[in-house]
């Protein structure tokens, strides 16, 4: 990034520097009016008043509402990324079989669910398992949030699967079927383990959009952290402050998974490209001690 | 079938999902492309002001936002957008505030694929652009943007699918777009529930299929040659 960032303008001298801090001055102004503005509009309408804001303060708010919503919105996060993962293997694992009979529905059900919108599939498994009485009554909504959540994803991430078995480098390939590995057998053994490590940071940046997603939940009536949200504001007359400190625990939460995720990927880059050189084959020792060996000695996943 | 077609309105709930889309797009390109260029710019709190926006709105999720311009903006701080004289009020107010939710929301999206987009540009050009004297805006206006673009097509593409898709967060706030409809339909006959879904599906398979291949079709040929 910073490369480009300089190629694009001349590294500042004196006179740049002094006018874009002039610059700066003049936008943070511009901020500030636009902040003064709104808080004005805010004052007007009442909701800056204390009362509006003193609720956060007592432990009650937090504990009868906020804290139970967001621990709903994370239940059926984690349900949703689990299934989604576990599903999404399966997916990826179909779309590559060599059977024309398993590819084709894998295909299928990974390109329809990838079309849906996930709310459209969360208002009909809502309704579906209403109609069939399927799962108790207070289960049913977030049967219906898990189950639109989960095919959706799972279908990115069987996609996201089979994209990273394809970067792969070829000989990895042709080595596991050098040595008297059948494709399946190298697909399950060589392959996949291979591309899973590499999927980790999408995994943990695919969760982020599980848990904004989760708040589509509120239109079924899931009482996650929106819906929480929506009842404390309305028992306590303070809608605007309430979704605001909503949205500022989503992106709190959000933006710290987006971090983890940035580590992750950097550390395997790291990793990767140790492994790069070593995979090209610096010398016959390489081959010894290269990381790809030991899942050799591996059946399964 | 044809019951359910000419019983409910099913295609002017599409209508609607379209007319979302084609108005939330032009917004959040407008507003992506102006935080992608505070983002690279050379003044630095320019530069953190586009960051903030992109965390900020990437982070939230759509549906609060889309609760929050309805609740928040329009009932709480009295923003109006349409007419309230005129009987279509509540449509009218409810599908602009829905495309403010869209675009402001799907804006940090195009701004992500517009950087990106630069980043395929080459140093050369740039550079090259900087030698003959242009300013950073000219840069950005004449040689920079325009190839970044060409290079964006994808990102920019999933952008526009996942927005699409999205439109239907606005059935929150009562727009009668397709999933509203849908979900109308479904509590009206619950016997075809299923027949109401696919119906529904396909929709929205026949609105994002044609996109995906455009784009594809079109980042090959607009890709910039090296």
């Given at each position: 990034?910073?490369?480009?960032?300089?190629?694009?303008?001349?590294?500042?001298?004196?006179?740049?520097?002094?006018?874009?801090?002039?610059?700066?001055?003049?936008?943070?102004?511009?901020?500030?009016?636009?902040?003064?503005?709104?808080?004005?509009?805010?004052?007007?309408?009442?909701?800056?008043?204390?009362?509006?804001?003193?609720?956060?303060?007592?432990?009650?708010?937090?504990?009868?509402?906020?804290?139970?919503?967001?621990?709903?919105?994370?239940?059926?996060?984690?349900?949703?990324?689990?299934?989604?993962?576990?599903?999404?293997?399966?997916?990826?694992?179909?779309?590559?079989?060599?059977?024309?009979?398993?590819?084709?529905?894998?295909?299928?059900?990974?390109?329809?669910?990838?079309?849906?919108?996930?709310?459209?599939?969360?208002?009909?498994?809502?309704?579906?398992?209403?109609?069939?009485?399927?799962?108790?009554?207070?289960?049913?909504?977030?049967?219906?949030?898990?189950?639109?959540?989960?095919?959706?994803?799972?279908?990115?991430?069987?996609?996201?699967?089979?994209a990273g078995v394809a970067s792969l480098p070829a000989g990895?390939?042709?080595?596991?079927?050098?040595?008297?590995?059948?494709?399946?057998?190298?697909?399950?053994?060589?392959?996949?383990?291979?591309?899973?490590?590499?999927?980790?940071?999408?995994?943990?940046?695919?969760?982020?959009?599980?848990?904004?997603?989760?708040?589509?939940?509120?239109?079924?009536?899931?009482?996650?952290?929106?819906?929480?949200?929506?009842?404390?504001?309305?028992?306590?007359?303070?809608?605007?402050?309430?979704?605001?400190?909503?949205?500022?625990?989503?992106?709190?939460?959000?933006?710290?998974?987006?971090?983890?995720?940035?580590?992750?990927?950097?550390?395997?880059?790291?990793?990767?490209?140790?492994?790069?050189?070593?995979?090209?084959?610096?010398?016959?020792?390489?081959?010894?001690t290269g990381p790809d060996m030991r899942y050799n000695t591996?059946?399964?996943? | 079938?044809?019951?359910?077609?000419?019983?409910?309105?099913?295609?002017?709930?599409?209508?609607?999902?379209?007319?979302?889309?084609?108005?939330?797009?032009?917004?959040?390109?407008?507003?992506?492309?102006?935080?992608?260029?505070?983002?690279?710019?050379?003044?630095?709190?320019?530069?953190?002001?586009?960051?903030?926006?992109?965390?900020?709105?990437?982070?939230?999720?759509?549906?609060?936002?889309?609760?929050?311009?309805?609740?928040?903006?329009?009932?709480?701080?009295?923003?109006?957008?349409?007419?309230?004289?005129?009987?279509?009020?509540?449509?009218?107010?409810?599908?602009?505030?829905?495309?403010?939710?869209?675009?402001?929301?799907?804006?940090?999206?195009?701004?992500?694929?517009?950087?990106?987009?630069?980043?395929?540009?080459?140093?050369?050009?740039?550079?090259?652009?900087?030698?003959?004297?242009?300013?950073?805006?000219?840069?950005?206006?004449?040689?920079?943007?325009?190839?970044?673009?060409?290079?964006?097509?994808?990102?920019?593409?999933?952008?526009?699918?996942?927005?699409?898709?999205?439109?239907?967060?606005?059935?929150?706030?009562?727009?009668?777009?397709?999933?509203?409809?849908?979900?109308?339909?479904?509590?009206?006959?619950?016997?075809?529930?299923?027949?109401?879904?696919?119906?529904?599906?396909?929709?929205?398979?026949?609105?994002?299929?044609?996109?995906?291949?455009?784009?594809?079709?079109?980042?090959?040929?607009?890709?910039?040659?090296?």
């Open positions: 990034m910073s490369s480009d960032q300089t190629v694009l303008y001349d590294v500042p001298g004196a006179k740049a520097r002094v006018r874009h801090r002039l610059y700066g001055a003049a936008s943070i102004v511009v901020a500030l009016l636009v902040l003064w503005w709104v808080l004005t509009k805010f004052a007007d309408k009442n909701q800056l008043e204390a009362a509006k804001w003193s609720p956060f303060l007592d432990w009650v708010t937090w504990k009868e509402y906020l804290l139970i919503g967001l621990r709903q919105t994370l239940i059926a996060a984690v349900i949703s990324i689990v299934f989604a993962a576990v599903l999404g293997l399966l997916l990826g694992l179909g779309r590559m079989s060599q059977i024309r009979l398993i590819r084709w529905p894998c295909a299928v059900f990974v390109e329809f669910f990838r079309a849906v919108p996930v709310l459209l599939m969360m208002y009909f498994t809502f309704r579906l398992y209403n109609q069939y009485g399927l799962f108790s009554d207070d289960l049913r909504a977030l049967a219906a949030v898990v189950t639109g959540l989960t095919f959706y994803n799972a279908s990115v991430m069987g996609e996201v699967l089979r990895q390939r042709e080595a596991g079927l050098s040595i008297g590995l059948r494709p399946p057998q190298v697909l399950r053994a060589i392959l996949v383990p291979q591309a899973l490590t590499a999927m980790m940071p999408i995994l943990v940046s695919q969760l982020v959009i599980v848990l904004k997603d989760t708040a589509l939940g509120s239109a079924i009536l899931y009482d996650e952290l929106l819906n929480w949200g929506q009842t404390l504001g309305s028992a306590q007359a303070n809608t605007v402050p309430v979704l605001i400190v909503v949205a500022v625990i989503f992106i709190l939460l959000n933006y710290a998974l987006t971090k983890v995720a940035g580590r992750l990927e950097r550390r395997l880059r790291r990793r990767g490209a140790s492994k790069g050189v070593d995979a090209e084959g610096t010398g016959l020792g390489a081959e010894v591996q059946t399964g996943l | 079938m044809g019951e359910l077609f000419s019983q409910f309105n099913i295609l002017g709930a599409f209508w609607v999902t379209i007319q979302l889309t084609f108005f939330a797009a032009i917004g959040a390109l407008v507003i992506g492309t102006v935080v992608a260029v505070m983002r690279v710019s050379p003044v630095p709190i320019l530069r953190g002001f586009g960051t903030s926006y992109v965390n900020v709105f990437r982070n939230t999720p759509l549906t609060v936002i889309m609760v929050f311009t309805s609740l928040g903006l329009w009932q709480t701080l009295g923003l109006v957008l349409a007419d309230e004289q005129s009987q279509h009020f509540f449509k009218d107010n409810n599908f602009r505030l829905a495309i403010v939710a869209l675009a402001v929301y799907h804006a940090s999206f195009v701004c992500e694929s517009l950087r990106s987009g630069i980043n395929t540009v080459q140093p050369g050009q740039a550079e090259a652009a900087r030698s003959i004297g242009l300013t950073f805006l000219q840069n950005i206006r004449y040689v920079v943007l325009p190839q970044a673009f060409r290079g964006a097509v994808t990102p920019l593409g999933n952008t526009l699918i996942a927005l699409i898709k999205n439109t239907t967060v606005a059935s929150v706030i009562g727009v009668a777009e397709a999933s509203f409809v849908m979900a109308d339909m479904l509590d009206a006959r619950a016997d075809v529930l299923f027949l109401i879904f696919i119906i529904f599906a396909i929709g929205f398979v026949i609105l994002t299929l044609p996109v995906g291949l455009l784009i594809s079709a079109v980042s090959e040929r607009l890709a910039v040659k090296r």
